[in-house]
């Protein structure tokens, strides 16, 4: 089983600033099946990025993933106020197909 | 548009089974694997299997090897999951999320989630 550890754990900033969120895998992620999800209180999560660096329908370009092998990172350019939420990676290029621990991006 | 509708809140007692629905529409339903997410409360997501509505096989997570079932109802474009021998650490959302044609594929598609609560 690949275990995805992210960090940091919980991340502070303020509106218009940069976000840097950390995915590491605990063996190499196939073909770069790597995808992250955004969830709000309440709220299913919804797909951000594919393949590690494709961005799904409709999602901003201020979001952007990069990465391969064991080492991924997603960036929000300039923070907006409705992307303080929790973020999640995912890895589906293996079974079974594991999540990140989440990391929360709050307002400072 | 393409969508996936849960079935409603439950509660059951320790031991017991539940079984929730997940209804697709907007799109070929027999082409996209359908997978299963669980979120305790206050806690991340947790993968639990997927199954494929056409062929009708499944997969699962070992943690739930055994206890967990998923079927599919092609006329009504449906999905279950029925989770059974249940324990108040089950006490969770349940969410189906659409993959793709392929097992190795994103979940693009989310339901709104389904809370089972295991309290005696």
């Keep these: ?108 | 548009q393409v969508q996936l509708v849960q079935s409603g809140a439950e509660v059951k007692k320790p031991g017991a089974s539940v079984k929730v629905s997940c209804k697709a529409s907007g799109y070929t339903f027999t082409s996209y694997y359908l997978h299963w997410v669980r979120q305790a409360p206050g806690q991340g997501l947790e993968w639990m299997g997927i199954i494929n509505p056409g062929a009708g096989s499944t997969s699962f997570a070992q943690n739930f090897q055994g206890r967990v079932t998923m079927t599919r109802d092609t006329s009504t474009s449906t999905v279950y999951m029925e989770l059974s021998s249940l324990r108040s650490d089950d006490t969770a959302v349940y969410y189906c999320a659409r993959g793709g044609w392929s097992e190795l594929w994103y979940l693009d598609i989310w339901g709104q989630g389904t809370m089972v609560t295991v309290s005696s």
């Design chain 1, 1 to 108: 089983e690949i275990v995805l550890t992210q960090s940091p754990g919980t991340l502070s900033l303020s509106p218009g600033e940069r976000a840097t969120l950390s995915c590491r895998a605990s063996q190499s992620v196939s073909s770069s099946y790597l995808a992250w999800f955004q969830q709000k209180p309440g709220q299913a999560p919804r797909l951000l990025i594919h393949g590690a660096s494709s961005r799904a329908t409709g999602i901003p370009d201020r979001f952007s993933g990069s990465g391969s092998g064991t080492d991924f990172t997603l960036t929000i350019s300039r923070l907006e106020p409705e992307d303080f939420a929790v973020y999640y990676c995912q890895q589906y290029g293996s079974s079974p197909y594991t999540f990140g621990q989440g990391a929360k991006l709050e307002i400072k």
